[in-house]
């Protein structure tokens, strides 16, 4: 694995150190540059929390992943540049599932002169690292949180997000669970990762998302949304807005159409 090599991948441009100008840098350009993506685990195949496996799958073979992925290859590139990295259990929706859902999500924090928050595995949510304090911002026109919750942190996604929150607890995470969820959200028949097919990828102006046969372009004015309508549409959708060249897909296209049905109706004339 070569540092030198994921910068130029993700067309980072300038020194990499361990200063906040860097992070901001390369948190952008690893959204970018890497989109969001479950296809793995929508063909069944092996996925784990190995750098050298994830770094293989992104770097040298031009693919995306999701937040254990994405987040594990952005905290080992920030160690290998000399950032201070803490590696935090999240929980997407914890609000909604309780405590259950702890380690379905890996956050980073980041030690400079103040903890900051990276994440470039939520999909949809910030575009630049945050401060960790309790505040509202803003990024390209969408409006986020952060909200301190007494053991827990909650991260406020904006309106048109998929997800509208993740918890984090900011200790060292307990790696074995990570692993457990990872292994469930891959597997499981109710995983949702297993149910459908997710694509999110960030643009300089919102976001471009599938799901399932749902193709969405966001920005901060609202959705766009269109049906796919066949496998070579889907092919041609992953190429076009993900930069995704998986012809293994094609088949998975009768699974596609029958989770589309099953959860969110059938459309009359698709």
């Not at 948190?27 to 996925?47: A, F, G, K």
């Not at 259990?89 to 980041?110: A, C, P, Y």
């Not at 930069?243 to 099953?262: G, I, M, Q």
């Amino acid at each position: 694995m070569d540092i030198s090599d994921y910068l130029q991948f993700i067309r980072f441009e300038g020194e990499a150190r361990p200063d906040i100008a860097t992070l901001r840098a390369i948190h952008r350009q690893h959204l970018l540059s890497i989109p969001y993506e479950n296809i793995d685990v929508q063909l069944q195949r092996p996925v784990d929390l190995d750098i050298h496996r994830i770094y293989d799958k992104i770097v040298e073979g031009g693919r995306g992943g999701w937040c254990y992925e994405m987040n594990g290859l952005l905290d080992w590139a920030l160690r290998e540049i000399g950032f201070q990295i803490t590696r935090l259990i999240g929980g997407v929706m914890r609000s909604v599932q309780g405590d259950g859902v702890l380690g379905n999500h890996l956050v980073l924090s980041v030690q400079l002169e103040q903890p900051w928050i990276a994440d470039v595995g939520f999909g949809d949510g910030a575009y630049e690292p945050v401060p960790l304090r309790s505040h509202c911002f803003e990024q390209r026109g969408f409006g986020y949180g952060l909200e301190e919750m007494g053991k827990y942190w909650r991260f406020h996604n904006h309106e048109f997000g998929g997800a509208a929150s993740f918890d984090f607890i900011h200790a060292a995470a307990d790696e074995s669970l990570l692993a457990e969820q990872s292994a469930w959200l891959s597997t499981a028949e109710d995983s949702p990762f297993v149910k459908a097919l997710i694509c999110q990828q960030f643009t300089p102006i919102g976001y471009e998302v599938q799901l399932g046969r749902v193709a969405k372009t966001i920005t901060p004015g609202g959705i766009n949304e269109w049906l796919i309508q066949s496998a070579e549409h889907l092919a041609e959708s992953l190429q076009e807005r993900f930069a995704l060249d998986v012809p293994e897909l094609a088949t998975l296209w009768d699974r596609v159409c029958t989770a589309h049905d099953r959860y969110f109706g059938a459309t009359e004339g698709n």
